[in-house]
Structure formats: C-alpha cells, structure tokens
C-alpha cells in the first residue's frame, strides 16, 4: 500500500510541475497569437495549404510565444511578486526556478525554429524568434519598467504571428501581410489599455508606467478611442490594391464599427464596466477580422 501511495503522490507532483511548466507560457494569451499566426498563413496560401507548413506555424508559432513568456515571466519575477494578478504565479509561488524557466523558454523557441525550418522555411524561422526578441529585449528588458509607450512599441511583439504565418505560405511578405501587422500593432493600445485600466491598482503597486496607472482614466481612453479608429482604417488598406475582396470589406466594416463604438464608450464613460466590454470585444474583434480575410482569400482565389 505505501509503494502505491508513494507513486501516486509521485505521478501527482509530476504532473504538478508540468502544470506550472505550462502556466509559465501563459496559453490563453498564446492562443489568440496561434489564431493570427494560422489565419496569416491560410490568407497568404490562399486555398493552397501545405499541412506541414500549416502545424509548423501553429506549432512552431505556439513553441515560441510560450518560450517568449516564460523568459518573461524569468525577468518579471519581482513584479509579478507583487501584483495580486500575478503572485501566485509558478516562480514568485516558489514552483519553479528561474534557471528552468529560461531553459524551458530557449528550449521551446530553439524547437520553433528548426521546426519552422524543416516544415516552412527560414524566413518564417527567423520572424518567429524576432518576436521573441522584441518581446523580450524591447518590451520586457527596455520599455515595461520605463515608458508609458511600453505596450505601444514593446506590444509589436503581437505583429510577428500573421507575418510568420504568410512567409510560411509564400516565402516572402507583401503589403497585404504588412497590413495584418499593423492592424495589431495598432489594435494593440486599446486592448490592453482597457485591461491595464482594470488592473491600475496592481501597476502602481508594481512601479509599472502601463498608461492608465500614470495618468486619469478618461485620458487613457481617448488615446484608445484614437487607436482603435486607426485600427479599423489600417483594417480596410487591403481594399486599396486588392488584398481583399467584398466578404472582406463587409466584415471588416461591421466589426470596425462595433470594435469604435466599444472604444467610444469607454471613452464616453471611462470607467470599469466599460473598459471590460472594450477588452472582451477587442479580442473577438481581432479574431474574427483575420478569419474574414481567410474565408474572403479563399473564396476569391
């Protein structure tokens, strides 16, 4: 009986671990970067999908964002120490040690990238560790701790997905997958200021400079207003050379149109209520533009 109770409590802190492991890549924000990174390769091959090159973006693309955050949450760990969203985290828990943590996140971005170079191609290899590196060296390491534009320049870490997503279908990149790349960086702002206004209280405690800790609410959100109506501009320059056909077009309107009308209540009312409704929609917002330009590519080609 007790060598049976000693390998259940064995299989039970092993799977503990791998529990923390896995927090460490905090998978629901990598899920939304799969969803642009898989939708950038679907409109780039445009109905000619490779099923190899499509696992090697969504899994390569996965392998690198969860690397990217487990360094992060490595050199983060005195801030998340303090931040009641973050303390109980797997290494300020005491869970796991920072030298694993940055072994697992080198680890999984060296697999990313062989595996990228195997199943795609080296272009798509090296935009994937450049996220990686400007999430990091730019964001995390330079910016966070320092300017109010840390998630403005730091966040075009969020870009590289759709971009390695399109190299991955066509070996190149084009004004179309450039276009996908600024829509995130300009969609960017608003999403995670709406959060961060949520979280105000945490980024004080933490000595962070997140834009809505720094200056009033109803300021923050008429800077969002301001980037949400040029995310939904930048949406509609595809249409301009062709990139996009009407399916498109009609998506693109309709969803921008509530994604402004979101940005506007916040900016209206600046309070708790409507900054949750901003960053829920946001997200469905971004999603649901990248898959239009799937169905649209697909249809049309």
């Not at 994604?259 to 929609?281: K, S």
């Amino acid at each position: 009986m007790s060598v049976s109770i000693a390998r259940r409590q064995r299989a039970e802190r092993a799977l503990a671990t791998l529990a923390d492991l896995v927090a460490l890549t905090k998978p629901r924000v990598v899920s939304l970067l799969v969803v642009t990174g898989v939708c950038g390769y679907l409109a780039g091959a445009a109905g000619r999908v490779d099923l190899g090159a499509l696992f090697a973006v969504a899994g390569g693309g996965a392998l690198a964002a969860g690397g990217a955050n487990a360094l992060n949450c490595a050199f983060d760990r005195d801030l998340d120490a303090v931040m009641s969203r973050t303390r109980r985290r797997p290494i300020p828990g005491g869970r796991v040690t920072v030298t694993n943590a940055v072994v697992l996140g080198v680890s999984m971005n060296a697999v990313a990238a062989l595996w990228l170079v195997g199943s795609a191609n080296a272009l798509a290899a090296g935009l994937a560790l450049a996220g990686t590196f400007w999430y990091l060296l730019v964001y995390t390491m330079w910016l966070k701790r320092r300017s109010t534009q840390n998630i403005v320049i730091g966040g075009a870490a969020g870009c590289f997905p759709p971009l390695v997503g399109w190299a991955a279908a066509t070996g190149s990149l084009d004004a179309t997958a450039l276009a996908l790349a600024a829509v995130i960086f300009l969609w960017t702002p608003p999403h995670f200021w709406a959060l961060a206004t949520l979280l105000r209280d945490d980024y004080r405690r933490a000595g962070v400079p997140m834009l809505p800790a720094v200056i009033s609410i109803e300021r923050t959100a008429g800077e969002a207003f301001v980037y949400a109506v040029a995310t939904v501009a930048a949406s509609l320059t595809p249409l301009l050379w062709g990139g996009a056909g009407g399916i498109y077009a009609v998506s693109a309107l309709g969803l921008g149109a509530a994604f402004v009308a979101r940005a506007n209540a916040f900016r209206t009312h600046a309070d708790r209520a409507t900054a949750r409704r901003l960053f829920g929609y946001s997200i469905i917002y971004l999603a649901a533009l990248f898959l239009a330009l799937v169905i649209d590519r697909m249809v049309s080609r």
